[in-house]
């Protein structure tokens, strides 16, 4: 079993920047992909980032190429989002998400273990 806790979400101006850090214990977390999902209003969740175990191998949605980067400080059990140049679209609540493999993974149903979401709001 994997515990996830998502923190770091707030409020910030378009434009600007926030991390996000998903801690895992439970489990040794270097032998985990990890990824990062958003919910905002009314939407469905959507795929952002996914990492892979070792940290060699990225993936991004394309809304956020260029501007997230998803890494993983597997010494700390770790895993974090740094956003920047926010915009409002990406107001959501964010999850991190965890499954034993060295894949990287980008679909929800691939993932074993969710945290319970931190909240990002970007305003205009």
């Known amino acids: 079993q994997v515990q996830l806790v998502e923190s770091g979400g707030g409020l910030v101006q378009a434009g600007g920047s926030l991390r996000v850090s998903c801690a895992a214990s439970?489990?040794?977390?270097?032998?985990?992909?990890m990824g990062w999902f958003r919910q905002a209003p009314g939407k469905e969740r959507e795929f952002v980032a996914a990492i892979r175990w070792s940290g060699g191998r990225t993936y991004y949605a394309d809304s956020v190429k260029g501007r997230f980067t998803i890494f993983r400080d597997n010494a700390k059990n770790t895993v974090y989002l740094q956003m920047n140049s926010l915009k409002p679209e990406d107001t959501a609540v964010y999850y991190c998400a965890a499954r034993h493999t060295f894949g990287v993974l980008i679909t929800e149903d691939e993932y074993d273990y969710w945290g319970q979401g931190t909240q990002v709001t970007v305003s205009s």
């Open positions: 439970g489990r040794t977390f270097s032998n985990y992909a």
